[in-house]
């Protein structure tokens, strides 16, 4: 097994836990917020995607496919369409609201352009500097292992939040 097939299935684990979390819930359980400054299922799968999105596209020297697939223009939400969630007041929170097909579509979607991206990366890869703004400057493997950390997180606690929806 490469570390590519390793990051491969990382994110298989994120897409499938994502997806789970979103299936077959209503918009409106989707919205829910347990308080008022919480976050709902929707914002975090939103965001676990959008960070997907985002990051990898950056270490791949591509654009995202929120913006050249449509995504942004399908969701239709009240943001920057550059926005990925981290800062969000409880009010841009608020404003992520998504079907679950929608959501599940777009996190696959994501995910799709990720593992194109890794099937590229060799071992070597892993070791080149993408970020210098930091000390120690942050490689491309740590960069993924960031990604995949952050996503996990923020499905899992989508999953939790499912669990805490209103009968």
Partial sequence: MTPADVFIDFFERILEN???AVDGLTDDQLAHRPTPDANSVAWLVW???????????????????WLTDGWCERFGLD????????????????????S?????????????ATVAYLRTVTEADLDDVVDTHWDPPVTRGV????IVDDDAQHVGQAAYLRGLLPS
């Fill in 143 to 146: 960069r993924l292992v960031s």
């Fill in 47 to 65: 965001h676990a995607a959008r960070v997907q999105d985002a990051q990898v596209a950056h270490l791949a020297g591509s654009d995202e496919v």
């Fill in 100 to 112: 679950a097909e929608l959501l599940a579509a777009y996190l696959r979607a994501a995910h799709e």
């Fill in 18 to 20: 994502g997806e789970a």
């Fill in 79 to 98: 943001l920057d369409p550059h926005e990925h969630g981290y800062g969000h007041t409880s009010e841009q929170v608020g404003k992520v609201r998504a």
